[in-house]
Structures are given as structure tokens and as C-alpha cells.
């Protein structure tokens, strides 16, 4: 077995979010952390993401699509939440 990288997320939450999503659709996954205990954030100044979702290399193109539909979805529902935002506080 030969793990690829699918997803390197900016925190714990996304990691785990992606895990359990691709996890559903049948597919094994792997949280590689890049933190180290004791030393909160260190590892996060040295690289720019929290870890690394891992999965096997013959499930990469099947996970890789499922996380990118997760992360269009994820960005489309911010847009609106900001959109609401912006229309019930205006800023004049």
C-alpha cells in the first residue's frame, strides 16, 4: 500500500471533516499531523498547513475529486454567508 497526500488542511477540523467524507464514500484515509506536542503552533509556523490527509494511491483520483467538490462546496457557502452578512450589516 502507497499513501498520497490528498489534502493538506489549514487545521484539526478540516482533517477530520475530510477524513469521515471520503471515509463514507468507502474510501480508507489516513490524519498525518504535522504538530508537536508541547510545542503548540511551532509546526504550523514551519509549514504552512496542520498535516496531511492520506489515502491510497489507487483511491487518489476518486478522494482527490471528492475533496475538491467538499472544498467548492465549503468556499460557495462562505461567499454566502458573507453575501448575508454584508446585506444585513451595511456599511455606509
Not at 482533517?15 to 469521515?20: D, G, H, L, N, Q
Not at 490524519?31 to 509549514?47: C, D, E, F, T
Request: avoid cysteine; charge should be negative; hydrophobic fraction near 35%.
Amino acid at each position: 500500500m502507497v499513501l498520497k497526500s490528498v489534502y493538506k488542511p489549514e487545521n484539526e477540523l478540516m482533517a477530520m471533516s475530510v477524513k469521515s467524507l471520503l471515509e463514507e464514500a468507502g474510501i480508507s484515509a489516513i490524519v498525518h499531523s504535522y504538530q508537536i506536542p508541547w510545542y503548540n503552533g511551532l509546526a504550523k509556523m514551519m509549514r504552512s498547513a496542520w498535516g496531511e490527509v492520506l489515502v491510497d494511491e489507487d483511491d487518489y483520483d476518486e478522494a482527490k475529486e471528492i475533496v475538491n467538490k467538499f472544498l467548492e462546496s465549503e468556499e460557495n457557502n462562505t461567499k454566502m454567508q458573507d453575501k448575508e452578512d454584508d446585506e444585513t450589516n451595511p456599511q455606509n
